[in-house]
């Protein structure tokens, strides 16, 4: 959420510095940018990195984390969400479902969350979240 919020915030600051006559000085948006953008966008990223680097599942049969990429095909595509939502929010959802792996000790085949898939889904939640607030702003800024 924090993240979302500071992209938005980043964004509106940038449309800020295009527009033709502004109500805000260059160096007011510049301290916005930096204050009420950057700063918590590190924020959010130091909070989001420990999830987003720890390992996975541990294997459910020996309860080691040495894996590797099982190899088998499955699709993670989803057409209801193609159609309803369009190919960046289909493409983020089928990249953050879980991977599934094979144990290199026992061969035991499981589902488990990888790096990518964690940053698929933080990115996912992002992109929902601006257009939920896209959304709202619409509906707020019409009455």
Same mark, same amino acid.
Request: charged content about 10%; glycine content about 12%.
């Given at each position: #959420?924090?993240?979302?919020?500071?992209?938005?915030? !980043? !964004? @509106?600051?940038?449309?800020?510095?295009?527009?033709?006559? $502004?109500?805000?000085?260059?160096? &007011?948006?510049?301290? #916005?940018?930096? *204050?009420?953008?950057?700063?918590?966008?590190? @924020?959010?990223?130091?909070? *989001?990195?420990?999830?987003?680097?720890?390992?996975?599942?541990?294997? $459910?049969?020996? &309860?080691?984390?040495?894996?590797?990429?099982?190899?088998? *095909? +499955?699709?993670?595509?989803?057409?209801?969400?193609?159609?309803?939502?369009?190919?960046?929010?289909?493409?983020?959802?089928?990249?953050?479902?879980?991977?599934?792996?094979?144990?290199?000790?026992?061969?035991?085949?499981?589902?488990?969350?990888? +790096? @990518?898939?964690?940053?698929? @889904?933080?990115?996912?939640?992002?992109?929902? /979240?601006?257009?939920?607030?896209? !959304?709202?702003?619409?509906? /707020?800024?019409?009455?």
């Amino acid at each position: #959420m924090l993240a979302t919020l500071d992209v938005t915030v !980043v !964004v @509106g600051t940038i449309a800020l510095l295009f527009e033709p006559d $502004p109500e805000i000085p260059q160096w &007011g948006v510049g301290v #916005m940018f930096f *204050l009420l953008g950057v700063l918590p966008l590190g @924020g959010a990223f130091a909070l *989001l990195r420990p999830t987003l680097t720890a390992p996975g599942k541990s294997c $459910p049969q020996y &309860g080691g984390n040495d894996r590797q990429a099982a190899g088998v *095909l +499955r699709s993670s595509h989803n057409w209801w969400i193609f159609y309803s939502c369009g190919w960046v929010f289909s493409s983020l959802w089928g990249a953050s479902r879980q991977r599934q792996v094979r144990c290199t000790q026992c061969d035991a085949l499981y589902l488990t969350d990888t +790096r @990518g898939t964690r940053i698929a @889904g933080v990115l996912l939640w992002v992109f929902l /979240l601006l257009v939920i607030f896209a !959304v709202i702003g619409q509906q /707020l800024g019409s009455q």
